[in-house]
């Protein structure tokens, strides 16, 4: 690879201009209606973001309403009904349709400029988060419009939310819409994973990358590992739902309190995986602001990591009044202690850069001030109630409200804010007016701190939470008065911003390029905006490439480094190595389509029919869903270039094709498949909690025929399945190897055992349960045992899916021996299967056998 | 010198053996005192296994320390475009992650030197 010379020789305008107009030409979006099929991370990542402040401002609507209606005692403003939904909605909306997705949607936006490259290595992928998350969100808020939202608070405790008198539809519509979005923040952990390890610009080493990447690449791990258990936990709430099996039963074996280890196993970690995006929004402005590069930042690699470990062991902290062992509470109360060191760290090192620089009082600064400012405060707090006996005082009193929404809109929304004003210009190169962005900070900071602080002695006064009404003269009127103003000065706030985000500004002139004087890669951002990214995917050598680099913007303006052009009309961008960014690929990404949204459509159809217990109608259109993608991925995945290599400017050749570790397909199977891994993990655990709640498990029942019998799956069954389950996968693997070595004939025949037998796997598997004549309403345990055998199960029969996909591509001559990624990553699909399979028999079968 | 091949996994090596610490102490814990156990075990258990994992994470630092020092640069903010400022900038932040861990592994052994029942 050669570098720039300097001062570089003067290239012919003519070409350049004729090279940037046939790059524009491959990645303008779609004009008219077809605008709607565009897939570009610019677009996407904008009707994302914009779709999520949307959601921000129903959510602030519902807590308006609250604080009406709490303003005065024996108040009569809505129902209590009606408040159960408010509040429930209120949190819902804006921890799932708000707080995640918003991340989501400004990693979307902003990673591939922050690293300079032209796209997300799936932006189909991101269109298709994006349609399920518009579809989901408008089918659960839309709800309270038809007094049918949920009811259960956000966290949907059981019994409250299996008991039919008190819990209608809008459990359900909570249950199937939020999971249906659940999978496509799944689908944005690894797109953003991968886009942070693969698709950095040459040259940007692992110590150059700007913090932003780290946080994101922390966060897309954590939700690997923590929405899984949340969507196993939905999936049996459901079916307790749904179809009557007392996961949650005590009367039948079932506990509620599995539910509350599933769903705060995710809870809690969703707190920092909302909070770190943010502030690493924060690690981009304020360098940016101090005009220098930021100090310490090994240290906060270290916060951002550290974090995402620690936050795992936090989740019981929700839970220490419900009754568990008080050496348990102490871990947990250890582990929450902990993790106040690496959340100081980071903020300390954010000071240390303001106290180093010159800092400039901006806008975006501002925020950044007021965010540090709250969060510290919510931060104390926090180390108060991760203490078990203040916690016990504190329980379920405004001093938790006070507390939470310190946290999160000292870490979050106020972050959020700074990142509106910094990025504007980003987006629209014009900027927001200082005056009333200096206005709406301190209505926000004031309104805040008026809002909430009185919370925390609401609180201490015994006040609990989601209470509709109170009494009078309990010492509560006058601070509720008081909190409610304070909402009220918070939301005229938020209209300035929403007033000068949306007013009109045609006649105001463009800002400058790079307006804040930044130095990182997103600024290369032209004025007004293109729609390719980066005109040329620059060499990068320094963590502050526009402060340091001679020329570099002229430089990558006049196409001196890669892919300054696109000569065969396709989308293209680099793949680079993880630890030094080393070129290793030209990937071609797919351009607009409205096949993700179909599928979204499609899937989410299923989900709503599901919810109204439609359930043809949504295998139906779950069929369809899944006939969507096969055609998504038929048209649009691992084509096969029309040459092997490419030369990609700078005297640099690179492939188009890679297969295996080496493309991006297969880390996405990888990380896709840890995710499944961790809910199936949610399950096994369900099945050990039970075990451990039971003296005998299998236990003693009363069956139909009022025998009373020791229960249990036998082994017969189980073993036959898993034994089918690793011969499909034996002969998986043997069909890649055969076609890798040309035996393409032999290959397809394996593949076509290969689907039989696995097949055959899925028949055994569900048939073991019913063999063994288990009634899945009778129990907590046959439940489980069900459950666990038709998730196996139903992985198996995508995993056939997966086979004949191969054998019709190697049919159609879409796979060929040296253009393998189908068979390699359907491979890897089986290699978790077949460890699926062996510790679904170990668990179900073998260890009842060692009780 | 040419610094050797670096992975992420070094990284998280401090963070990933307090989490499988804290995860056999949590389900340990859980197990004895819903099944029925010796308390006693249990607390020594978790202590030994304190020690254990407090030696690894200590190794896992001690090693991450040399690599850092081998190195040509003195002090960070190691954001040189070289093999050797890479291999400085991950060597260091393994050390502080490992230090971390230490830290919160010692924490989360406390419970089980202060708590004698389920209670």
């Not at chain 1, 055609?631 to 005297?651: D, F, N, Y």
């Not at chain 2, 963070?15 to 949590?26: D, E, G, M, N, R």
């Amino acid at each position: 690879m050669t570098r720039i010379e300097h001062p570089a020789p003067p290239r012919d305008p003519a070409e350049v201009a004729a090279e940037a107009e046939r790059l524009e030409k491959v990645w303008e979006s779609p004009k008219g209606w077809r605008y709607w099929s565009d897939v570009n991370n610019s677009e996407v990542g904008l009707w994302y973001t914009l779709t999520a402040f949307g959601f921000l401002l129903f959510g602030g609507v519902l807590a308006l309403l609250m604080r009406t209606q709490l303003a005065v005692p024996e108040n009569d403003f809505v129902s209590a009904e009606f408040y159960d939904q408010l509040f429930t909605l209120h949190g819902s909306v804006m921890m799932f349709l708000f707080a995640v997705p918003i991340l989501e949607a400004v990693a979307i936006l902003l990673l591939p400029e922050i690293l300079a490259s032209r796209d997300l290595p799936f932006p189909r992928l991101s269109a298709f988060g994006y349609w399920c998350f518009l579809i989901g969100g408008i089918f659960v808020c839309g709800s309270l419009f038809f007094d049918a939202a949920p009811t259960g608070g956000w966290f949907m405790y059981p019994p409250l939310s299996t008991d039919e008198r008190s819990a209608g539809i809008g459990v359900d519509i909570w249950l199937l819409g939020l999971s249906f979005i659940e999978v496509a923040s799944i689908a944005a952990a690894v797109e953003l994973i991968i886009g942070v390890l693969k698709c950095r610009p040459p040259g940007m080493r692992i110590n150059l990358m700007p913090l932003y990447a780290w946080y994101i690449l922390v966060v897309g791990a954590m939700i690997l590992f923590a929405f899984p258990p949340l969507i196993a936990g939905d999936l049996l709430l459901e079916m307790e739902r749904a179809f009557d099996w007392p996961f949650f039963d005590p009367a039948r074996g079932g506990d509620p309190l599995l539910w509350q280890h599933l769903f705060w196993v995710f809870g809690h970690p969703e707190v920092y995986i909302i909070f770190l995006p943010a502030i690493a929004v924060v690690a981009m402005i304020v360098p940016t602001f101090a005009q220098r590069p930021i100090y310490g930042y090994t240290w906060i690699v270290l916060a951002a990591v550290g974090t995402g470990f620690l936050s795992f062991g936090l989740w019981v902290h929700h839970m220490y009044a419900t009754g568990l062992p008080s050496i348990s509470l102490g871990f947990f109360s250890a582990a929450s202690e902990a993790v106040a060191i690496p959340t100081g760290v980071q903020i300390f090192a954010f000071i240390a850069t303001m106290l180093l620089g010159r800092v400039i009082f901006s806008v975006p600064m501002l925020f950044v001030t007021g965010a540090l400012a709250i969060f510290v405060a919510g931060g104390l707090t926090g180390v108060m109630v991760a203490l078990v006996p203040f916690d016990w005082q504190a329980h379920d009193s405004y001093f938790i409200v006070a507390h939470l929404h310190y946290t999160l809109l000292g870490g979050m929304l106020f972050p959020m804010f700074a990142a509106l004003y910094y990025y504007f210009p980003f987006v629209t190169s014009r900027e927001l007016s200082r005056r009333p962005g200096v206005i709406a900070f301190w209505l926000l900071f004031t309104g805040f701190n008026v809002a909430f602080l009185p919370m925390h002695l609401t609180g201490l006064l015994g006040m609990p939470r989601r209470v509709f009404t109170y009494p009078e003269g309990l010492g509560w009127d006058g601070l509720n008065m008081v909190s409610t103003v304070g909402a009220f000065v918070f939301a005229l706030g938020v209209a300035v911003v929403v007033v000068d985000m949306l007013r009109p500004r045609g006649r105001q002139p463009y800002c400058t390029r790079n307006p804040w004087n930044a130095g990182t890669l997103e600024w290369l951002t032209e004025v007004p905006g293109k729609p390719w990214g980066v005109r040329s995917v620059p060499e990068i050598d320094s963590r502050y490439p526009l402060w340091d680099q001679k020329d570099f913007v002229r430089h990558v303006d006049e196409g001196r480094f890669f892919l300054a052009s696109a000569k065969e009309g396709k989308r293209e961008t680099m793949v680079t190595t993880a630890i030094d960014a080393e070129p290793i690929q030209c990937l071609r990404v797919p351009g607009p389509s409205f096949i993700p949204m179909v599928a979204a459509i499609f899937i989410g159809g299923s989900f709503i029919f599901a919810t109204f217990a439609w359930y043809w109608m949504a295998v139906a259109s779950g069929l369809l869903g899944v006939a969507a993608i096969l055609a998504w991925l038929w048209v649009g995945t691992a084509e096969i270039p029309e040459k092997a290599e490419k030369a990609v400017g700078l005297g640099l050749t690179l492939p188009l094709y890679a297969s295996g570790p080496a493309g991006v397909g297969w880390w996405a199977m990888f990380i896709t498949l840890l995710g499944d891994a961790t809910a199936f993990a949610g399950l096994v655990f369900g099945y050990f909690f039970f075990w451990t709640i039971h003296d005998d498990f299998p236990p003693a029942l009363v069956q139909a025929d009022l025998v009373q019998a020791e229960v249990g799956l036998g082994v017969a069954w189980p073993a036959a399945g898993v034994a089918l389950a690793v011969a499909g996968w034996a002969l998986t693997v043997l069909a890649r190897w055969g076609n890798r070595r040309g035996a393409i004939y032999a290959a397809r025949l394996v593949l076509v055992a290969a689907a039989a037998i696995s097949a055959a796997a899925t028949a055994a598997l569900l048939y073991a349960p019913y063999a063994a004549g288990l009634e899945p309403t009778a129990h907590a345990y046959p439940a489980t045992v069900w459950i666990l055998a038709i998730w196996v199960a139903l992985h198996l029969a995508v995993g056939v899916i997966a086979q004949l996909y191969c054998l019709a591509r190697s049919l159609a001559g879409r796979m060929t021996a040296a253009h393998d990624i189908d068979m390699v990553n359907t491979a890897l699909y089986w290699h978790f299967m077949a460890i699926t399979a062996a510790v679904h028999f170990a668990v179900v079968a073998l260890f009842p056998l060692a009780q | 010198m040419t610094p050797r091949k670096d992975s992420l996994w070094e990284l998280i090596a401090g963070p990933t053996i307090w989490s499988v610490y804290f995860l056999v102490a949590y389900v340990a814990a859980a197990i004895v005192c819903a099944k029925g156990g010796d308390m006693d075990s249990l607390r020594i258990a978790i202590l030994g296994l304190a020690v254990a994992a407090l030696g690894a994470i200590g190794f896992a630092g001690f090693d991450a320390w040399r690599r850092w020092r081998r190195g040509h640069e003195a002090a960070p903010p190691h954001d040189d475009d070289t093999a050797m400022s890479r291999h400085q900038f991950l060597a260091l932040a393994t050390l502080l992650l490992c230090g971390l861990s230490f830290v919160a592994t010692l924490y989360v052994a406390l419970p089980a030197a202060i708590f004698a029942s389920c209670r």
